[in-house]
C-alpha cells in the first residue's frame, strides 16, 4: 500500500523531470543574455578561460546526471516489496577503486585546461599596453590614464573608455577598504587591496555604442550595491579623439543659468572636493567633474545624467546613495544650496561636456 | 546530599533546576537541540526578509545598513548558531550511546560548553538592539577596522565568536576523548558508527582550526580597541593577514558544518536499506581525508585577492582532489542503496535526497577550484549558490534526515510520517527553487551582498523565483514544527529498536535511562545489533548493580556567566571583564573541589 | 541519581588507550594551543622587519635595537631551569617523595614568578623607550605574542601553587598526586618550549 503510493510520488517526479531540464535551460540561456553575462565574454580572457570553463560546465553535468540518475533509479528499483530481501553486501573493492579513478580523471581534465588558461591570463601586459590606474573609494571608481612614465595624463571617474584592441593594463589601488574591479562581460575580478600593487590586464575584442557593465564585487559597506561604473569600447580612432577631447580644460559654460552655476559652484563647499580643470575647484576627495556633462551616469553608475537626477543628487545624496560621503548641500536637507542655486550648478555641470 | 565546605550545596535534580545544573549527556544534547533551532528560526526569519527586500529590482523593503547587518547575521546565526550545534545536540545526545558508554569523559565540561554556546549565542543576536555586525561573515579587514565601521557590530562579532569559539574548543576536547578513550568492549575504531568517525574528526578539525581564528579576532579586538596596526596596511600591517587566518579555520570550519550530516546520511542509508554500508572502510577514509586536505585549500577563496600565480595553481590543485574522497563518499551511498529493500520514510527521504543535493554542491565547488572559472564565481550569486547547496541541500537535510531517525530513541515518540513527507516535500522543493535559480544569477553576473539591483538586468525574474522558493521552505519549517508539537503530545510507544537498525544506541530503552546502559553492552562487529539478532544473541539482563553517575552541579552556569561578563567587558567597561575573571576563578576553584562521585 | 557510597578518590575506569581521560585531555588541550602560538609567531614573522617608524627591536640604521639580549637570555634561563625542577617535581610525586616534591614545585612557581618579573620589567623598560601597542608593527606583534605567553605561564604558576597548596592539606591530594603534577608538568612544559621559539624568533634572528 505505502509503496504503491511512493511509486505514484515518483511516477510523478518522472514526469517532472522535462520540466525540470526545460527549466534549467530556459535558465541557463537567460544567464547569457543579460548586460552583466558572465558567459559571453567580449575580450581576450574568452579566449583563455571559456575553453576551462566549458570543460567544467560539460562535466559537472555529466556527474550531476549520473549521480541524479543512479540515486533515482536505485530509490526506484530497490524500494521495498513484497519477497524483497536486501543483498548483504559490504564493499567492492574493484567498485572503490574504479570510482576513486573517475574522479581523478574528471579532476584532471579539469586542471589541465585551468593551469594552461591560468597561467595565459597572468601574462604580464604587452609593451604597447594602454596604462590605467583604476582607484577604489567608497562608493565610486576613479580612473587615471598614464603615460609611459606612469604620469597622470587625464583623471575621470565612473566610466571607463578603452579602445577595441589593444590590451589594458589596469594598476588596481584602494583609497580605503577593499574592493572588487568587476566587468563581468569583459573580464574576471580581481580586488583592490590596501597595501597590494594588485593588476589585471585585459584586451576588450568588440567596440559598441552601449555601454559593458561593470560593478564592485567585494563588500565595501553600505553602499556596495550602488559602486558601479561602465566601460566604453572604441574604435581606436574614436578613443583617440575621446581621450583628446577629455584632456582639455574645462569648457566656459555659454548659457546664463550655467554661468551663474559656475560661479556659485566655485564659492560653495564643492571645490572642497571636486576638481574641475581650468578653475578654482581643485578639490581631490571626490570625482574629478571637468567633463561630467560628457558622461552618461552620475553617483557611480546609479542614476542616467540629468538635470533632475543632478539636482536630486546634490540636493542629498545620502538619498541616492546610503553613506555618501558628499554632505547634502539642499537647504531643507541641512546644507546652505538653495533649490534655485542648486539648478544653476546642475546646469554648468551638464555643460561640462 | 553532602556539601563540601567551600563549594555550593549540591543542586536538587528536580524541575527546572535540574535542566539547568545537569551534566546529563542526553539533557544537554536536547538543550542545544532546542536553542540551536530557535536560532535556525530566527535565523531564517532573517533570510526571508533579505529575499523579500531582492524580490524585484530597487526594492525598498529594507534599507542598506539593515540589509548588510540581516546578510552578517544571518551567515553567523546559521553557521555558529544553528547548523554547528545542531550537529552538536547530535553528537551529545548519541556519541556515549553509539560507543557503548555511560556519559561523555566530562560531563560538567560539557555542560559548560552548552551555557557558554547559550551565553555567546545572545550576546550575538543581542547585538541588534545597539548594532549588529554588518561587514559580512568573514568580515574583511579594513572595512571591519575601527576607521570604516565605528559602530559596536564588530565588537559584537569579535566577542561573540571568541566566545563561541571557547564553547566549541571545550566540546571537541570532551569528544575526542571520548570517543577515544570510552568505548564499549570490542568497539575498535574500524568497528565504530560512521556518525561517530565524523564526531571524531570534526572535533580534531575543531580543536586545530579554532586557533588561528582567536588570534585574528584577538589581532582585529586589539586594533580596534587599543590601536595596534596588525590590519593597517598605511602602518605596516596587512589586511590580507586577517583573511589568511580567517579561511585557515573559514575552509575546515565548512567540512565541520557538512561531516555530522555525512555522518548522518551514513547511519539512515543502510539502516532503510536494510543492508550494511558499501565500502565502510572507504567512507570512513575519505572522510579523514576531506579533512587532512581541508587544511591545505583556506586560499582558494583568495583567488581575486592578487595572490601569485603558483601559489593560485596549488591551492586549486588542492581543491580539486578533494572532489575524490567526495566522490568516494558519493558513490558508496549509491551503492548502499543497490541491492536493497528500501523503505522510504521521511528520515529516508531526507538522506536520499541529501545524495542529490549535496552534489550539486560538490560540483559547483569543483567549478570554481579552478581560479580562471573562479575570477568570474567569486563573491557573484553562483557562490552564494554552492554555499547554499552545501549547507542547506548538504547540512540541513542531513540534519532533518537525523531529526526523524532519532526522534524515537530521544523522546520516546514517532514523528509524524504523513506530515513528515509534507515537510520534506515541500522543503526539497523549496530549496531547488530558492536555490537553484542563483546559479543563472551568479552567469549573469549578480554579485552577493548587494542590498538592490537594477531594473534591466536580467536578475528580476529568477530573484523573484528564488523568494518564492524561500517561503516555501519557510511553510515547510512550519509544517515541521507543527509535527513536532503534535507528536510531542501522543504517548510514548517507540520500542527500543524501531526501525531495526544496527548501532548501540538502540540497545537500550527509548528514551534511554540516565545510565544510558543497563549492562554495558559487548560489540562483536561492525554492525552490533544485527550480528547478535543473526547470532540469536539475547542482550544481557539487567544484573541489578548500582550504577554510578555523575551528580548535577552549579558550576558550569556559573563559571559560563563569568565568561559571558568577561566578554561583555570589551563592549561597555572592562571592569566587567575583572568581575567575569573572578567567577571564573571562584568556579574553577569551586569545580576542582567538587566531589564527583 | 546514582551515588557511590565510597569515600576515596574517582573511581578509574579503564580506558581503551590506558591513559588517563585527563591526561589525554591535555595533550589535545596543548595540540590547540600549538595551533594557537603558532599563529601568533607566524604573524610576528609575517610581520619581521616591516616596521615604519622606531624603536626597532635590533639595530636599523643609526637607531640601536631596543631588545637587550643578555638580560632576556638570563630570564630564558631562569624559565629553563623551571622546567628542571618541574621534572623533579613530578619525579618526587611520582616516588612518594613528598618533601622533594613540595620542594621541587614550590622552587618551579618562584622561577616561574621570577621570569614573569623579567617580563614586567622589560615591557615597563620599553614603554619607556616609547614602545606601545601602537607605536609600530614590531609593538603590536610583540606585546600581544610576548603578552599572551606571559599570561600562559601566570596561569601555570597559579596551576602549580594550587597543587603546592593541595599537598600541605592533610587529606593532601591523595592517590593521586603524581598525576595531577604530571599533567601540570605537561603543561609547564610546553609553555616552556613555546618561549624557546619565541626568543629564538624575536631575539636571535635579526631583521
Known sequence: MRATRLGLTFRRGRRLLPIVALVLLIGLFAGCGAPQSTTEIAGDYNDAVWGPYRMVLILAGVVFVVVLVLTLGFSIWFRERPGRVAQQIHGNTRLEVIWTLIPVAIVAMIAIPTFDALFKISDDPPADALKIEAIGHQWWFEFRYLDDNGETILTTANELHLPEGRAAAVALRTEDVIHSFWVPAIAGKVDMVPGHDNNITFTPTKARPEPYLGQCAELCGLSHANMRFRVFVHAPDDFDSWLEDQQQEAATPTGDLAAQGEEIFLQSACIGCHTVRGTSAQGVIGPDLTHVGSRTTIASGVLENNAANLERWIHNSVDVKPGSKMPPQGASAGGALTDDQIEAISAYLLSLR | ?597 | ?207
Not at chain 3, 108 to 127: D, S
Not at chain 3, 189 to 204: A, E, G, K, P, R
Open chain 2, 1 to 597: 546530599m553532602a556539601t563540601v565546605a567551600g563549594t555550593l550545596a549540591r543542586p536538587a535534580n528536580v524541575g527546572v533546576w535540574s535542566w539547568v545544573t545537569t551534566v546529563d549527556h542526553k539533557r544537554i544534547g536536547v538543550l542545544y537541540g532546542i536553542t540551536a533551532f530557535s536560532f535556525l528560526l530566527w535565523g531564517g526569519v532573517q533570510a526571508l526578509l533579505i529575499r523579500t527586500q531582492l524580490a524585484v529590482p530597487n526594492g525598498t523593503v529594507i534599507d542598506a545598513e539593515r540589509f548588510n547587518q540581516l546578510f552578517t547575521m544571518h551567515a553567523l546565526t546559521m553557521i555558529f548558531l544553528a547548523v554547528m550545534p545542531l550537529g552538536a545536540a547530535f553528537f551529545n545526545f548519541l556519541t556515549p550511546l553509539m560507543i557503548g558508554a555511560r556519559d561523555v569523559a566530562f560531563p560538567r565540561l560539557n555542560a559548560l560548553s552548552y551555557w557558554v554556546y547559550l551565553g555567546g549565542g545572545l550576546l550575538l543576536t543581542s547585538s541588534f538592539f545597539w548594532d549588529a555586525p554588518s561587514a559580512g561573515w568573514f568580515n574583511y579587514t579594513p572595512l571591519s577596522n575601527e576607521t570604516y565601521t565605528a559602530d559596536m557590530g564588530i565588537d559584537f562579532y569579535v566577542v561573540g565568536l571568541l566566545i563561541l569559539g571557547t564553547s566549541s574548543l571545550m566540546a571537541a576536547l570532551n569528544f575526542c576523548v571520548t570517543i577515544i578513550n570510552m568505548r564499549a568492549p570490542g568497539l575498535t575504531m574500524m568497528r565504530l558508527p560512521v556518525f561517530v568517525w565524523m564526531t571524531l574528526i570534526i572535533s580534531f578539525l575543531l580543536v586545530l582550526a579554532l586557533p588561528p581564528l582567536t588570534v585574528g579576532l584577538i589581532q582585529l579586538l586589539f586594533d580596534r580597541n587599543w590601536e595596534t596596526n596588525f590590519f593597517v596596511a598605511e602602518q605596516g600591517g596587512d589586511p590580507i593577514l586577517w583573511q589568511h587566518l580567517f579561511w585557515v579555520f573559514g575552509h575546515p570550519e565548512v567540512y565541520i558544518l557538512i561531516l555530522p550530516a555525512m555522518g548522518i546520511v551514513s547511519e539512515v542509508l543502510p539502516v532503510f536499506s536494510r543492508k550494511p554500508l558499501f565500502g565502510y572502510p572507504a567512507v570512513v577514509f575519505a572522510g579523514v581525508a576531506i579533512a587532512f586536505l581541508g587544511w591545505a585549500v583556506w586560499a582558494h577563496h583568495m583567488f581575486t585577492t592578487g595572490m601569485g600565480t603558483v601559489p593560485r595553481t596549488v591551492f586549486a590543485a588542492n581543491t580539486m582532489v578533494i572532489a575524490v574522497p567526495t566522490g568516494i563518499k558519493i558513490f558508496n551511498w549509491i551503492g548502499t542503496l543497490y541491492g536493497g529493500s528500501i523503505r522510504f520514510n521521511t528520515a529516508m527521504l531526507f538522506s536520499v535526497a541529501f545524495i542529490v543535493t549535496f552534489t550539486i554542491g560538490g560540483i559547483s565547488g569543483v567549478m570554481h577550484a579552478s581560479p580562471p572559472v573562479d575570477s568570474q564565481h567569486q563573491d557573484s550569486y553562483f557562490v552564494v549558490a554552492h554555499i547554499h547547496y552545501v549547507l542547506f541541500g548538504g547540512a540541513v537535510m542531513g540534519i532533518f534526515s537525523g531529526i526523524y531517525y532519532w526522534f524515537p530513541k530521544m523522546t520516546g515518540r514517532f514523528l509524524g510520517e504523513g506530515l513528515g513527507k509534507m515537510h520534506f516535500w515541500l522543503m526539497f522543493i523549496g530549496l531547488n527553487m530558492t536555490f537553484f535559480p542563483m546559479h543563472f544569477l551568479g552567469l549573469a553576473g549578480m554579485p552577493r551582498r548587494i542590498y538592490t539591483y537594477d531594473q534591466g538586468l536580467d536578475w528580476g525574474f529568477w530573484n523573484m523565483f528564488a523568494t518564492i522558493g524561500s517561503f516555501v521552505i519557510g511553510i515547510s519549517i512550519i509544517v515541521f514544527v507543527w509535527n513536532f508539537f503534535r507528536s510531542m503530545q501522543q504517548p510514548k510507544t517507540a520500542p527500543d529498536n524501531p526501525w531495526d537498525a544496527a548501532t548501540l544506541e538502540w540497545a537500550t530503552s527509548s528514551p534511554p535511562p540516565e545510565h544510558d546502559f543497563d549492562v554495558v553492552p559487548t560489540v562483536r562487529a561492525r554492525d552490533p545489533l544485527w550480528h547478535d539478532r543473526d547470532h540469536n544473541i539475547e542482550r544481557p539482563e539487567p544484573t541489578g548493580e548500582h550504577i554510578h553517575m555523575p551528580p548535577p552541579s552549579y558550576y558550569p552556569i556559573l563559571m559560563a556567566s563569568g565568561v559571558l561578563l568577561m566578554g561583555l567587558g570589551p563592549l561597555s567597561h572592562l571592569a566587567l571583564t575583572a568581575l567575569g575573571a573572578v567567577v571564573v576563578v571562584y568556579s574553577i576553584w569551586g569545580w576542582a573541589l567538587e566531589p564527583t562521585d
Open chain 3, 1 to 207: 541519581m546514582a551515588h557511590a557510597a565510597t569515600g576515596h578518590a574517582p573511581a578509574h575506569h579503564p580506558t581503551n588507550t590506558g591513559t588517563d581521560n585527563r591526561k589525554l585531555l591535555m595533550w589535545f588541550f596543548l595540540g590547540s594551543e600549538c595551533l594557537f602560538f603558532g599563529s601568533l609567531i607566524a604573524t610576528y614573522l609575517i610581520f619581521k622587519g616591516d616596521s615604519i617608524v622606531g624603536p626597532f627591536p635590533h639595530p636599523h640604521g643609526d637607531e640601536h635595537g631596543i631588545l637587550d639580549i643578555p638580560l632576556t637570555s638570563t630570564s630564558t634561563f631562569v624559565l629553563l631551569m623551571s622546567s628542571v625542577t618541574m621534572v623533579l617535581a613530578v619525579y618526587g610525586a611520582q616516588h612518594n617523595l613528598p618533601k622533594m616534591m613540595k620542594l621541587s614545585l614550590l622552587a618551579t612557581v618562584l622561577l616561574g614568578i621570577g621570569f614573569l618579573g623579567f617580563q614586567v620589567y622589560e615591557f615597563r623598560h620599553f614603554a619607556h623607550e616609547g614602545l606601545t601597542l601602537s607605536t609600530n608593527i614590531f609593538g603590536a606583534t610583540f606585546y600581544v605574542m610576548t603578552g599572551f605567553h606571559g599570561t600562559h605561564v601566570a596561569v601555570g604558576v597559579l596551576y602549580l601553587s594550587s597543587l603546592l597548596l593541595g599537598s600541605f592539606r592533610r587529606s593532601g591530594l591523595g592517590p593521586e598526586t603524581g598525576f595531577h603534577v604530571e599533567t601540570a608538568g605537561l603543561y609547564w612544559h610546553f609553555v616552556d618550549i613555546v618561549w624557546i621559539v619565541i626568543f629564538t624568533v624575536v631575539y636571535l634572528i635579526p631583521d
